[in-house]
């Protein structure tokens, strides 16, 4: 590897917050004439599909001009309770509709989809938009650009293991582990952590959740790679934290599916039932995307992480050829009965055309409206379903099993609206910076479709505000900037055995 003379910003991840990172950083260094140089730490493999960002759909949250729903805000202040920050909410609401238009400037071609029959909680006319290709044709992208820069070093098999700081606790730099087993320092004034939650650590995982979550899958393989370290990393720096810690994301997939993020969304649409054949959670309480998280976690947490969707033909005709029911790869279980459906997804006939019967004789007389909450419910069953009971009748019938999958985590480093991470007393530590899934906002609920949306938004805002103050102090022992030329010694190189672990020039 070419030797160097040091850093200027460590980014750690190489998702959609890190490539964002890096990437307004070089795009902003070269805009204004300066030579900083970045070095990007991947933990993955290169050519590897590593975290979530390179498998997730990307669903966006945005209406026909790429603007942010307006209303987002106050369905955050609504499910958290008044705890999320509602600044770094207004925040996301400025950034999103420029990051998507940076993004199409990159090269990225996005899908407008006008939805008909879901009705969204979205205030976006009935719109959202997804990247074509998924997450993964967004890093490609940007990746594409990022190695056009000669002043950016990528260093893939790399795990982030401690960050560097000087005796008044300034950052100068992270100390990485390579394949090699060995221990090597990145010296610089800058990190970015921008490396997700702690989705594959199963010790922290129960530590902030508990019980039972060995027994979530995660729903993509490069979660594995999500192990908590820009947490912990951070903690040890005296970061403070933001978001539930014993909250997470979740969502109910097909058992059957040989693909990954298989899931099935339109459980409003029929009834879920358990292994018992019982109802357990009302399928009609609030939007599709609104409820599709908390059934997931009822699945896990009381159902012993097995559910099932049953409707009928009426539903299926309706939504055929959409993201509802076609995420997965797998056709739905089918049958002429509702016995014959429940044998083909090994529960008991009996039962389950017992729970149908009782359902669609407890259904009001109500207009069915998949364009609004239209109170077409049942009364008298526990529990009650409140919006689109409509009687499944029509054969023939049909059926997913479903279980939950582990999408993301809440609780993460506190950071202001600049992406700087902030200490336990709310003022920013000189030099860290942190974007993505590691950093902490939502409280109790997840409002869908903004996720990747805050990851790019806030990754992008942090390579932008390292790059307009390059040079600058920022609260360094000395109170002076370290110039470039003096982090590391000027003969080494990571081909060598490391840089050595004290290198008094940086101080």
């Not at 998280?293 to 896990?300: D, K, S, T």
């Not at 012993?304 to 029911?325: E, H, P």
């Not at 409280?443 to 805002?461: D, I, K, V």
Request: aromatic share 10%; hydrophobic share 35%; charged share 25%.
């Amino acid at each position: 590897m070419a030797s160097f003379k040091g850093y200027d910003l460590v980014v750690v991840g190489s998702g959609f917050a890190g490539s964002m990172a890096t990437l307004n950083f070089l795009e902003e260094c070269r805009k204004q004439h300066k030579s900083g140089r970045v070095a990007l730490v991947e933990v993955g493999k290169d050519g590897e599909r590593c975290g979530a960002s390179r498998w997730t759909m990307a669903y966006l949250r945005l209406d026909k001009n790429l603007d942010f729903d307006e209303d987002w805000v106050k369905e955050m202040r609504q499910v958290s309770n008044g705890l999320a920050d509602e600044e770094y909410c207004h925040k996301l609401q400025k950034e999103a509709g420029i990051t998507a238009h940076y993004l199409e400037d990159h090269g990225v071609k996005f899908v407008h989809h006008d939805e008909t029959n879901v009705l969204l909680e979205f205030k976006t006319g009935q719109h959202f938009v997804f990247p074509e290709g998924g997450g993964k044709a967004i890093i490609s992208k940007l990746f594409e650009q990022i190695r056009e820069f000669d002043n950016c070093d990528i260093y893939w098999e790399t795990e982030a293991i401690r960050l560097m700081t000087d005796d008044a606790g300034a950052i100068r730099g992270l100390k990485v582990r390579k394949n090699d087993g060995l221990l090597h320092d990145l010296l610089a004034p800058n990190v970015v952590l921008a490396c997700g939650g702690f989705e594959g650590n199963q010790e922290m995982l129960a530590r902030y959740i508990g019980r039972n979550t060995h027994a979530l899958p995660l729903i993509a393989p490069g979660l594995k790679y999500n192990r908590g370290a820009g947490l912990r990393m951070a903690l040890e720096v005296g970061a403070g934290t933001a978001g539930s810690f014993d909250g997470m994301h979740c969502e109910l997939v097909d058992t059957r599916a040989g693909k990954p993020d298989a899931v099935i969304w339109g459980h409003n649409y029929g009834i879920v039932v358990n292994k018992g054949c019982q109802r357990f959670y009302d399928e009609g309480k609030r939007h599709l995307f609104a409820t599709f998280e908390m059934i997931a976690l009822e699945c896990w947490k009381d159902q012993k992480q097995s559910c099932f969707f049953v409707t009928d033909d009426a539903i299926m005709q309706k939504f055929k050829g959409s993201w509802v029911y076609d995420t997965t790869d797998k056709p739905p279980e089918k049958g002429d009965t509702i016995e014959e459906l429940a044998e083909k997804m090994h529960l008991d006939p009996k039962e389950l055309k017992k729970t149908v019967d009782d359902y669609n004789a407890a259904i009001n007389d109500r207009e069915f409206d998949l364009m609004k909450l239209d109170g077409k419910a049942t009364t008298g069953l526990s529990p009650n379903k409140t919006n689109w009971a409509n009687p499944i009748v029509k054969a023939p019938f049909y059926g997913y099993p479903m279980t939950s999958h582990l999408t993301f985590t809440y609780g993460g480093v506190k950071t202001d609206i600049n992406a700087r991470v902030l200490s336990t007393n709310d003022v920013p530590i000189p030099g860290l910076w942190a974007a993505g899934e590691m950093t902490g906002l939502f409280y109790n609920e997840y409002p869908p479709a903004t996720s990747c949306l805050r990851s790019m938004a806030f990754g992008r805002l942090a390579g932008l505000e390292i790059a307009k103050n390059l040079g600058k102090p920022q609260g360094t022992a000395s109170e002076k900037a370290i110039p470039s030329e003096r982090r590391i010694d000027d003969n080494m190189s990571m081909d060598q055995a490391v840089l050595p672990a004290e290198v008094k020039a940086a101080a």
